[in-house]
Nanobody, 122 residues
Framework: VQLQAFGGGLVQAGGFLRLSCAAS????????MGWFRRAPGKEREFVTA????????NYADSVKGRFTISRDNAKKMVYLQMNNLKPEDTAVYYC????????????????WGQGTLVTVSS
């Protein structure tokens, strides 16, 4: 199983980025997908998750209304559209796959990508 996240970069506050995560080696449509992030010096935290059929989405309060998760099962891709970025969004963002539920608990995820760095300047 491989999850490869990409699309990170440097952006000014108020700007936007779209992260992508390409999955391989698993039956993608059977897995709920999540995005987590780890800011410098902080613990990893939940960002958002989406169910297998995209009917259920969960968001951390800190990103509600600014971030949108989506997926394309045919392409085995999951996306994170991030708008109105803030300096506190600076982190390494990880995508993860979970066969049980679109959970906000990292421990429930079976597979993890390598992460992509997002840096938001003020």
């Amino acid at each position: 199983v491989q999850l490869q996240a990409f699309g990170g970069g440097l952006v000014q506050a108020g700007g936007f980025l779209r992260l992508s995560c390409a999955a391989s080696g698993l039956t993608f449509s059977r897995y709920h997908m999540g995005w987590f992030r780890r800011a410098p010096g902080k613990e990893r935290e939940f960002v958002t998750a989406i169910s297998t059929g995209a009917g259920i989405t969960n968001y951390a309060d800190s990103v509600k209304g600014r971030f949108t998760i989506s997926r394309d099962n045919a392409k085995k891709m999951v996306y994170l559209q991030m708008n109105n970025l803030k300096p506190e969004d600076t982190a390494v963002y990880y995508c993860a796959a979970n066969i049980a539920a679109p959970s906000n608990y990292a421990a429930r995820y079976d597979h993890w990508g390598q992460g992509t760095l997002v840096t938001v300047s003020s």
